[in-house]
């Protein structure tokens, strides 16, 4: 890892008016993305996962906050950046069925992001995208002709991945790339990404709701919970030991397919209640409704971020509290 | 136990302009009284097109029934006449569907929705119900999927609830009518993990309370191995292999189940395999013998020519696969 990190997004804020009251979609949160490593930013729906994406590709301006890319500040809309940050930072989406233009060809899907950054005399793009197909492990004789329609799902994401390398993308956001597609699939796309990664030197934010996909892909994972952040850890950490009792709840949900995964389970804690809805957040830690280890400040305070350690930062008032808070290490 | 649903060999096509899709190819299933079947496959290769057929909604045209026969309680559902049909759907199917947005109607109120399936799965039992009765059964139904507050639900419409409440909504339907054979398809796909866990334990309770057969269909290897007892998986229109749960999750036997297995991403973290190659036929033409056999890496000679046959390999599981033919 490198000293200055490739995406730093500090006290991010991003509201939006409506009649109903203002929606916290993302409500201060603070993280930073390393040179070459895989951030898995994982939460249910509704919990501000693809704002923070969005904000961060410019889709969005941020009501307050700073996103510096490179070292240097990013926190303006789409339209203001100047193209050689959008030839860096790429995006690809969930549902490739609706993120491809159904009535172009792949040729014609592939050469817009390259007429657009001035790459290469028109000659030169056809080897151009050859070559991205190929990249993709489709065949570009086959596939350059056919329209979206006539291809697989898989397919389809594979060649919004080649739309999204065309113009040599240093960071490239992933929202939830796989979930629309079937496991079968999903293996070849994953690990597609993951050779891509090392061979083009990609740093991923990787956005999904599948934390068993995130033990094998992720190097670093962040849990969301409306709009805030409840634990940053790298892998391997965050999976033997979670703290926040909202990742242990996430975890122990999960279904899972053999013995062996079922001792790696935090014992079981009954999930209770659903999300509350981002208009009308909960005073205090907005988990406190659902919490299992609820402590009467819960409902009064909001909890800090607070680092305990090799890069494990937790929000939740079990830890690290100055008051007569536990210490970390004798949690249960 | 007593075997309450058998399908046999049932084939169902579409015929549309294109020509004839040949989806299902030899379904086989069994549910037993009081038991937990799982039908896993991906997208496409038949799961609720089996199910539809149980129930017989399946739209004619385009979907035509073109071999089989399903046999309910010793009965063949697919001979049975519309009347035979409507009473069986009242008193001893149910079913789940995977969007509960479509399944329940946007412009009436949850209760009406659900004071009008009471009253229906009434119709030819010997308890009249009167309207007291009906509101009860109701609030009952919604109460037993722990939804707060049942009165209240009962006057919103399904726009008004999150996604969570409205599966619970569509369980509460399914289960108010004491039926024998509940048919969930894909009951939590749409959902959040920790709401499917509720769900889904939800399910378990009240299926365990009222000792109905279940029949689930889903993508999701975790939620079969909560949920069942035997689980079916079926590529292409058939089912490839059968066993208990636990055990063919453990040691599953058939090329198609390995590669599944292998690719569903674990919390070991050993990493996630390649998948599997190619994808799943086109049923217009559809290949002759195992529909499995262009993607498989042990084709032999014959599973170009005549699909296999079930065999047995102990433990009460079978595999319809020729590598795991006896020598004779």
């Given at each position: 890892?490198?000293?200055?990190?490739?995406?730093?997004?500090?006290?991010?804020?991003?509201?939006?008016?409506?009649?109903?009251?203002?929606?916290?979609?993302?409500?201060?949160?603070?993280?930073?993305?390393?040179?070459?490593?895989?951030?898995?930013?994982?939460?249910?729906?509704?919990?501000?996962?693809?704002?923070?994406?969005?904000?961060?590709?410019?889709?969005?301006?941020?009501?307050?906050?700073?996103?510096?890319?490179?070292?240097?500040?990013?926190?303006?809309?789409?339209?203001?950046?100047?193209?050689?940050?959008?030839?860096?930072?790429?995006?690809?989406?969930?549902?490739?069925?609706?993120?491809?233009?159904?009535?172009?060809?792949?040729?014609?899907?592939?050469?817009?992001?390259?007429?657009?950054?001035?790459?290469?005399?028109?000659?030169?793009?056809?080897?151009?995208?050859?070559?991205?197909?190929?990249?993709?492990?489709?065949?570009?004789?086959?596939?350059?002709?056919?329209?979206?329609?006539?291809?697989?799902?898989?397919?389809?994401?594979?060649?919004?991945?080649?739309?999204?390398?065309?113009?040599?993308?240093?960071?490239?956001?992933?929202?939830?790339?796989?979930?629309?597609?079937?496991?079968?699939?999903?293996?070849?796309?994953?690990?597609?990404l993951m050779r891509l990664a090392e061979e083009l030197d990609l740093t991923y934010l990787f956005i999904t709701h599948d934390l068993?996909?995130?033990?094998?892909?992720?190097?670093?994972?962040?849990?969301?919970?409306?709009?805030?952040?409840?634990?940053?850890?790298?892998?391997?950490?965050?999976?033997?030991?979670?703290?926040?009792?909202?990742?242990?709840?996430?975890?122990?949900?999960?279904?899972?397919?053999?013995?062996?995964?079922?001792?790696?389970?935090?014992?079981?804690?009954?999930?209770?209640?659903?999300?509350?809805?981002?208009?009308?957040?909960?005073?205090?830690?907005?988990?406190?409704?659902?919490?299992?280890?609820?402590?009467?400040?819960?409902?009064?305070?909001?909890?800090?971020?607070?680092?305990?350690?090799?890069?494990?930062?937790?929000?939740?008032?079990?830890?690290?509290?100055?008051?007569?808070?536990?210490?970390?290490?004798?949690?249960? | 136990?007593?075997?309450?649903?058998?399908?046999?060999?049932?084939?169902?096509?579409?015929?549309?302009?294109?020509?004839?899709?040949?989806?299902?190819?030899?379904?086989?299933?069994?549910?037993?009284?009081?038991?937990?079947?799982?039908?896993?496959?991906?997208?496409?290769?038949?799961?609720?097109?089996?199910?539809?057929?149980?129930?017989?909604?399946?739209?004619?045209?385009?979907?035509?029934?073109?071999?089989?026969?399903?046999?309910?309680?010793?009965?063949?559902?697919?001979?049975?006449?519309?009347?035979?049909?409507?009473?069986?759907?009242?008193?001893?199917?149910?079913?789940?569907?995977?969007?509960?947005?479509?399944?329940?109607?946007?412009?009436?109120?949850?209760?009406?929705?659900?004071?009008?399936?009471?009253?229906?799965?009434?119709?030819?039992?010997?308890?009249?119900?009167?309207?007291?009765?009906?509101?009860?059964?109701?609030?009952?139904?919604?109460?037993?999927?722990?939804?707060?507050?049942?009165?209240?639900?009962?006057?919103?419409?399904?726009?008004?609830?999150?996604?969570?409440?409205?599966?619970?909504?569509?369980?509460?339907?399914?289960?108010?009518?004491?039926?024998?054979?509940?048919?969930?398809?894909?009951?939590?796909?749409?959902?959040?993990?920790?709401?499917?866990?509720?769900?889904?334990?939800?399910?378990?309770?009240?299926?365990?309370?009222?000792?109905?057969?279940?029949?689930?269909?889903?993508?999701?290897?975790?939620?079969?191995?909560?949920?069942?007892?035997?689980?079916?998986?079926?590529?292409?229109?058939?089912?490839?292999?059968?066993?208990?749960?636990?055990?063919?999750?453990?040691?599953?036997?058939?090329?198609?189940?390995?590669?599944?297995?292998?690719?569903?991403?674990?919390?070991?973290?050993?990493?996630?395999?390649?998948?599997?190659?190619?994808?799943?036929?086109?049923?217009?033409?559809?290949?002759?013998?195992?529909?499995?056999?262009?993607?498989?890496?042990?084709?032999?000679?014959?599973?170009?020519?005549?699909?296999?046959?079930?065999?047995?390999?102990?433990?009460?599981?079978?595999?319809?696969?020729?590598?795991?033919?006896?020598?004779?």
């Amino acid at each position: 890892m490198s000293e200055v990190p490739i995406l730093g997004v500090d006290r991010l804020v991003k509201h939006f008016p409506t009649k109903a009251g203002v929606v916290r979609a993302v409500d201060d949160i603070t993280f930073d993305v390393s040179m070459g490593d895989t951030l898995g930013l994982v939460g249910e729906s509704g919990s501000g996962k693809t704002t923070t994406a969005q904000c961060v590709l410019g889709i969005y301006p941020p009501t307050s906050g700073r996103i510096a890319f490179e070292g240097a500040p990013i926190g303006v809309m789409f339209n203001r950046r100047n193209r050689e940050l959008k030839r860096k930072i790429r995006i690809v989406f969930q549902d490739p069925g609706s993120s491809l233009n159904p009535k172009r060809t792949i040729k014609q899907i592939l050469s817009v992001p390259l007429k657009v950054h001035g790459m290469g005399t028109p000659r030169e793009r056809l080897s151009m995208m050859s070559r991205l197909l190929e990249m993709v492990e489709l065949p570009p004789a086959e596939y350059l002709y056919k329209h979206p329609q006539a291809i697989g799902g898989g397919e389809k994401q594979m060649v919004a991945i080649a739309r999204a390398l065309a113009t040599n993308p240093r960071f490239i956001v992933l929202d939830e790339p796989t979930s629309a597609l079937d496991v079968s699939v999903q293996g070849k796309i994953i690990n597609l990404l993951m050779r891509l990664a090392e061979e083009l030197d990609l740093t991923y934010l990787f956005i999904t709701h599948d934390l068993s996909l995130m033990r094998n892909v992720a190097t670093r994972v962040a849990i969301m919970y409306l709009g805030k952040l409840c634990e940053i850890a790298r892998t391997e950490e965050f999976f033997r030991s979670p703290l926040h009792p909202y990742t242990k709840m996430l975890l122990s949900s999960i279904p899972v397919v053999s013995a062996e995964e079922e001792e790696l389970k935090p014992s079981k804690i009954v999930s209770q209640g659903e999300i509350p809805s981002p208009v009308d957040v909960p005073p205090g830690c907005s988990f406190h409704l659902r919490c299992p280890e609820k402590m009467p400040v819960c409902s009064q305070r909001d909890p800090e971020m607070r680092p305990l350690g090799d890069g494990h930062v937790v929000r939740c008032h079990l830890f690290g509290e100055p008051s007569g808070g536990s210490a970390p290490g004798d949690l249960e | 136990m007593d075997r309450l649903l058998a399908i046999k060999d049932l084939h169902v096509g579409f015929r549309i302009f294109e020509g004839h899709l040949r989806v299902l190819n030899g379904v086989h299933l069994d549910v037993k009284e009081g038991e937990r079947v799982g039908l896993v496959g991906e997208t496409g290769c038949g799961k609720t097109t089996t199910v539809k057929s149980v129930l017989r909604v399946l739209p004619m045209p385009p979907s035509e029934i073109t071999g089989g026969e399903i046999i309910y309680k010793g009965k063949d559902i697919l001979t049975m006449t519309r009347r035979q049909m409507a009473m069986l759907r009242r008193h001893e199917l149910t079913a789940i569907f995977q969007d509960p947005l479509q399944s329940l109607n946007p412009v009436f109120t949850v209760g009406t929705q659900l004071r009008d399936i009471v009253k229906d799965s009434a119709i030819g039992r010997k308890h009249r119900l009167t309207r007291r009765d009906v509101e009860a059964r109701c609030l009952q139904a919604l109460r037993e999927t722990g939804m707060p507050d049942p009165e209240r639900i009962m006057t919103n419409y399904p726009a008004q609830l999150s996604g969570g409440m409205r599966q619970r909504i569509c369980i509460a339907e399914a289960l108010s009518t004491n039926a024998n054979l509940l048919l969930a398809d894909e009951p939590t796909t749409n959902l959040d993990v920790t709401i499917q866990d509720q769900i889904l334990r939800k399910l378990d309770e009240l299926v365990e309370e009222k000792g109905a057969s279940v029949v689930v269909i889903t993508h999701s290897m975790g939620v079969v191995r909560d949920l069942t007892q035997r689980v079916n998986i079926m590529y292409a229109g058939a089912i490839v292999e059968t066993g208990d749960t636990r055990t063919l999750l453990e040691t599953p036997k058939h090329p198609y189940t390995r590669g599944l297995m292998a690719s569903v991403p674990k919390l070991t973290g050993e990493g996630i395999s390649e998948g599997i190659p190619g994808r799943i036929p086109n049923y217009l033409d559809p290949p002759a013998g195992c529909r499995f056999h262009p993607r498989c890496e042990h084709c032999m000679e014959i599973c170009t020519s005549t699909s296999p046959p079930f065999y047995e390999t102990g433990d009460e599981q079978s595999v319809a696969c020729y590598l795991y033919r006896r020598e004779s």
